[in-house]
Every structure is written in C-alpha cells, then in structure tokens.
C-alpha cells in the first residue's frame, strides 16, 4: 500500500492556524480604548482619605 497525502486537510490545518495567529495579533494591535475621568477618580481618593 502506498502513502496517501492529505493535501486538502493539511491546507486546512494551516489555514485554521494562520487565521488564529492573525486574530490574536489583530486584537493585540489595537488599544483598548478607555474613557477615564481622572478628576473624578482624584475626588474619590480624597473622600477615602477622610
């Protein structure tokens, strides 16, 4: 018997991996966008001071 290729999957296996890597590196690549209202958040740590 001889030694059958899986070409089919193994492109798959492939493509499956590469679409992964670039999702995490899409979703690294982007900042996390934050609204932050420092002034409020100095108030807050003055009423705790107290």
């Known amino acids: ?3 059958t290729e899986l070409k089919r999957k193994g492109r798959r296996n492939k493509a499956v991996a590469n679409n992964r890597t670039a999702k995490i590196k899409d979703l690294l690549r982007k900042p996390e ?3 932050v209202d420092v002034e409020a958040i100095k108030a807050q740590f003055e009423a705790n001071k107290k």
Do not use: A, H, Q, T
């Open 33 to 35: 966008v934050r609204n």
């Open 1 to 3: 018997m001889g030694v």
